[in-house]
């Protein structure tokens, strides 16, 4: 295995947390060249989540056995729209899309089309695919993988966690045949859907309740290491150099990002959030994480959303809480801009 950013016990200087964080042994699994990891993508495309696809398809690594779709950040219709034109830009319409959750299991629905616009991909217009959504939903479709693929499978949550919380409610037979959820959602710190929610907890916090609850194992890849995982202006210049269909698209999709992000918050680079979850699971010695307690809050007051995340070994032992999940703490932008580079070096 690859040395991690930080070796397991290295202080992670970036930590958000008042005590000291130490890197740990990653329990998320990883695929190789001779064993691709089977994962099930789980999104809301989504700019960030564009590239995500695109890293999961372009990795040797890692075997993606289908995309399914949650309402986000955009209506779930434009989603699935933009799974199936995607996967086609990408060369890749043989991977299976199917359509889940409209809307949270509870509460309102949120959206973020001011940050990836009213279809979710900005101004971005893909070609449309040749294949059709499946007949089956989402749930139904994770389901009959789970049940019938050799070993069990990685699912990669990088929306809304509905269709896993619905998944976990009507199948929980399955949960032991997922091997991993790899989701990127919450934060440790400060939340950007609202200072304490992560848009994709937040957009349905019950369904994420229900997820951190289930027991299955959890890589949390929340803003604290995503807000490390950039592009800027320069990135936009090299997708675009590379000179290839696919990585225009992703050109302008981060070109839209950055402009975005530059009148939310006057910065001049964007975060590619869901990469990371996928990059995660390619490349093992990518990311750092450290074991943490994960709590959502499902009040209705202004914590509404919140990964309650509690590492402290002390804290923990007196309150008989167990450190299940990872958090993501660290990346090394740079090999993160070059592993985005080089994915859209090797797709059409
Ligand atoms: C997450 O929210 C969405 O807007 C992005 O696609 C990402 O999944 C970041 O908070
Ligand atoms: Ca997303």
Redesign the pocket.
């Known amino acids: 295995m690859a040395a991690s950013p930080q070796a397991a016990g290295e202080l992670i200087q970036s930590a958000p947390t008042a005590y000291r964080v130490a890197a740990a042994a990653r329990r998320a699994p990883f695929g190789t060249l001779a064993h691709p990891l089977p994962i099930i993508i789980d999104s809301?495309p989504?700019l960030?989540?564009a590239l995500a696809i695109a890293l999961a398809v372009a990795r040797p690594e890692l075997n993606v056995l289908a995309v399914t779709t949650v309402g986000?950040?955009a209506e779930v219709r434009h989603c699935t729209l933009n799974a199936l034109g995607l996967l086609h830009a990408y060369g890749r319409s043989d991977i299976p899309v199917a359509e889940g959750a409209a809307g949270p299991v509870l509460g309102e629905i949120v959206r973020?089309t001011e940050?990836?616009g009213e279809t979710g991909i900005g101004n971005t217009r893909l070609e449309p695919s040749p294949v059709a959504v499946q007949r089956e939903g989402a749930v139904a479709l994770m389901a009959r993988l789970l049940r019938t693929h050799a070993q069990p499978v990685t699912i990669v949550p990088?929306?809304p966690l509905t269709n896993i919380a619905l998944l976990l409610k009507l199948h929980p037979e399955l949960a032991p045949r997922i091997a991993h959820l790899c989701l990127?959602g919450g934060s440790i710190g400060e939340g950007?859907a609202t200072v304490s929610g992560?848009?994709?907890i937040y957009a349905d916090p019950e369904a994420a309740d229900i997820v951190f609850r289930s027991g299955v194992p959890i890589t949390m890849i929340g803003?604290d290491v995503t807000h490390q995982a950039l592009l800027d202006r320069d990135s936009v210049v090299a997708l675009r150099a590379l000179g290839r269909a696919s990585a225009r698209i992703a050109a302008e999709l981060t070109a839209y990002a950055l402009d975005r992000n530059m009148e939310w918050s006057g910065s001049a680079t964007t975060a590619i959030?869901?990469a990371v979850a996928v990059a995660h699971l390619a490349i093992p010695g990518l990311v750092a994480v450290a074991p943490y307690h994960v709590a959502v809050d499902i009040t209705a007051g202004p914590c509404r959303g919140r990964t309650v995340c509690d590492g402290m070994p002390r804290r923990l032992a007196r309150t008989g809480r167990a450190a299940t999940t990872d958090v993501g703490i660290h990346i090394d932008r740079a090999r993160f801009e070059r592993l985005l580079l080089d994915a859209f070096s090797s797709l059409p």
Do not use: S, T, Y
């Open positions: 809301d989504g960030d989540d986000g950040n973020a940050v990836h990088i929306g990127m950007n992560e848009f994709n803003l959030h869901d």
